[in-house]
C-alpha cells in the first residue's frame, strides 16, 4: 500500500530520469563535440546527469508528501493515525479508554472490545450489538485463545481470521495476554502500513501502563522505596550552581524515603536566575510523582522568563495526571542582580522572605502570596509581583515543614519570636551557615524527636 507506492513513486521518477538522461544527451551532445577531448565528452552528460538528480528528488519528495497527505490525513487512515498519536501518550487504562471513545468510536464509528485473556475479564467494550453480544464474546474466545500468538490480524463476518483484509470487517491486536478488537465495515479503507505503527504504540503502552500500575505495588518494600527516593533526589540539584552575584544553599530532608517538596535553581542567563521551591499535597508515592513532574514540566519550558505561562503549564501537567486531590504549592521567583531585581509568583507558599539590612538590623520583608494552589482548581488570572532587593539581602524559601515545627506544647515554630530572632541574627552570614543555624533549631525545638514534615529550604544571598 503506502510503502509499495513510495517504492513506485522511487522507480519511476529514476525511470523517467534515466530516459531524460539519455534523450538529452544526444541531444546536447551535438557531431562537432563528438571530436573533442573525453572530459568534455564527459562534462556535458554530467552536468545533465546532476541537474535531473537534483530535479527527481525534489519531485520525489513533493509526491512522497503528496501521498503521505492522501493515504494518512485524508483517507480513512486518518481515524488510525489519529489513535496512535493519542496512544503515544496514555498512561493508564482510563487514558486509553478516553481515546478510544474520542477517536475509534466518536469518529471513525468502530465497535471496540478489549479482553484480558488470562483473567477471562472485559475490560471495555462499546455499548453496541457486536461489542455487547455474549455470543460474540463467546465465539472470540473459542476462536482466539489465551495461547494466541502475538500480533496483528484480521476478523472475518464469522469472527474468525482471514488472512485478505479486503474482505475483512475487523482487526484485533494480541499481546501480553489481552486482545483489543476492533470491528469496522470498512476495514479494508485503512491502509496495510499503519497497523504495525498501532500494534508497535499498542504494546508500548501496554508497558508504561503496567510500570505505573506495579510502583503502587512495590512501595512498601524497603528496597524499591529506597530506588524510588535516589531517583526522586536525582531531579534535585546535586550541587549549587555558581552563578556572579548570586550565592546559595539549600537543605532537603524527607519524612519517609521519598517527598513532596521540591527545589531547582535554573539559570536563565548571566543576569537572571530562576528559583523555585514547592511542596506536593500529602505523602508517598503520588507526592513523589507530582514532585517529578512539576520539575520535568518547568526545566523543559523554553522561556522560563514568563512566570505566568510557567506556573499555567505546571497547572495543567497536574491536572493531566488526574491523581485525586493532588495540588502543590509553590514559590517562583526571578533573581536579577543587574537591575537588583526579584520578579515572583507565589502559589500559596507561606514562608518566602526576604532579609534586608537596616540601622537597626535586618528587617523581614514577605514574598506575599499572589496566587492560588496549583493542580485542583481554576487559577484564574495571575500576577507577576516584583520587589527591589539590595546588596546582602537574603532570600529565604522554605516548606511548611520548617515553621510548623512544635515544641513540647504544641506551639509552632514558626509563631515564636525566637524563630524570628534566629533569621534576623543569621541573614548576615553565609547561606550554608544560615540553613545550618535555622536546621539546628528546628531539632532544638522539636526536642530532637522524629520529625512530622519534610524539611525543606532553599537560602539565595544577593550581591555576593
Known amino acids: ?9 522511487f522507480l519511476s521518477v529514476n525511470a523517467a530520469i534515466l530516459v531524460l538522461f539519455i534523450i538529452l544527451s544526444m541531444l546536447l551532445v551535438p557531431n562537432s563535440l563528438k571530436d573533442r577531448s573525453l572530459l568534455v565528452l564527459a562534462g556535458v552528460p554530467a552536468v545533465i546527469l546532476v541537474m535531473l538528480l537534483i530535479d527527481g528528488d525534489i519531485v520525489q519528495k513533493v509526491l512522497r ?37 474520542e477517536t475509534l468510536e466518536s469518529k471513525a464509528d468502530c465497535s471496540i472490545l ?53 474482505e475483512a470487517r475487523g ?35 501496554q508497558s508504561r501502563a503496567k510500570t505505573i500500575a506495579n510502583l503502587s505495588e512495590i512501595s512498601g518494600l524497603t528496597k524499591e522505596w529506597q530506588q ?10 546535586q550541587q549549587m550552581p555558581n552563578i556572579q552575584g548570586l550565592k546559595l544553599a539549600a537543605y532537603f530532608r524527607p519524612l519517609v524515603n521519598v517527598s513532596g517538596d521540591y527545589y531547582s535553581v535554573l539559570p536563565i542567563d548571566k543576569h537572571k536566575t530562576l528559583l523555585m521551591l514547592g511542596d506536593v499535597s500529602g505523602k508517598g508515592l503520588p507526592a513523589a510523582l507530582i514532585m517529578g513532574l512539576v520539575m520535568n514540566t518547568v526545566k523543559i519550558i523554553e522561556n522560563k522568563e514568563d512566570l505566568v505561562n510557567v506556573i499555567y503549564e505546571v497547572d495543567k501537567a497536574i491536572k493531566g495526571m488526574r491523581l485525586q486531590d493532588k495540588y502543590t504549592v509553590l514559590f517562583l521567583g526571578i533573581v536579577d542582580t543587574q537591575k537588583m531585581t526579584i520578579r515572583y509568583i507565589n502559589a500559596s507558599m507561606s514562608d518566602p522572605i526576604i532579609l534586608s539590612r537596616s540601622p537597626d538590623g535586618y ?66 552570614k553565609q547561606p550554608q551557615q544560615f540553613v545550618d543555624d535555622i536546621v539546628n533549631l528546628i531539632m532544638e525545638y522539636n526536642g530532637n524527636k522524629k520529625l512530622h514534615d519534610d524539611v525543606t529550604m532553599m537560602v539565595a544571598k544577593v550581591g555576593y
Open 1 to 9: 500500500m503506502y510503502k509499495t507506492r513510495k517504492k513506485i513513486i
Open 363 to 428: 528587617r523581614i520583608k514577605p514574598l506575599s502570596s499572589n496566587a492560588s494552589l496549583v493542580g485542583i482548581i481554576d487559577m484564574g488570572d495571575v500576577n507577576v509581583a516584583e520587589q527591589r532587593l539590595f546588596r546582602g539581602d537574603t532570600i529565604l524559601m522554605a516548606t511548611d515543614g520548617v515553621s510548623e515545627v512544635m515544641d513540647d506544647s504544641g506551639v509552632e515554630l514558626g509563631d515564636t519570636e525566637l524563630f524570628k530572632q534566629t533569621l534576623q541574627a543569621g541573614a548576615g
Open 228 to 237: 524510588l527516593a535516589d531517583t526522586q533526589r536525582s531531579f534535585l540539584p
Open 114 to 166: 478489549f479482553v484480558d485473556c488470562e483473567k477471562n475479564y472485559i475490560l471495555y467494550n462499546s455499548p453496541d450489538r457486536i461489542s455487547s453480544s455474549n455470543t460474540v464474546r463467546e465465539k472470540l474466545s473459542r476462536n482466539f485463545p489465551l495461547s494466541w500468538e502475538k500480533g496483528t490480524y484480521f476478523i472475518d463476518d464469522s469472527f474468525g481470521v482471514i488472512s485478505s483484509y479486503k
Open 171 to 205: 482487526f484485533f491486536l494480541s499481546s501480553e495476554n489481552q486482545h483489543f478488537y476492533v470491528f469496522c465495515r470498512y476495514t479494508k479503507l485503512f491502509d496495510l502500513d499503519v497497523y504495525a505503527q498501532l500494534f508497535e504504540e499498542f504494546t508500548r503502552f
Open 65 to 101: 508528501t503528496h501521498l503521505q497527505t492522501v493515504v494518512f490525513d485524508k483517507s480513512e487512515t486518518r481515524f488510525l493515525i489519529e489513535f496512535i498519536n493519542k496512544l503515544r501518550f496514555c498512561y493508564s487504562l482510563d487514558d486509553f479508554y478516553k481515546a478510544i471513545a
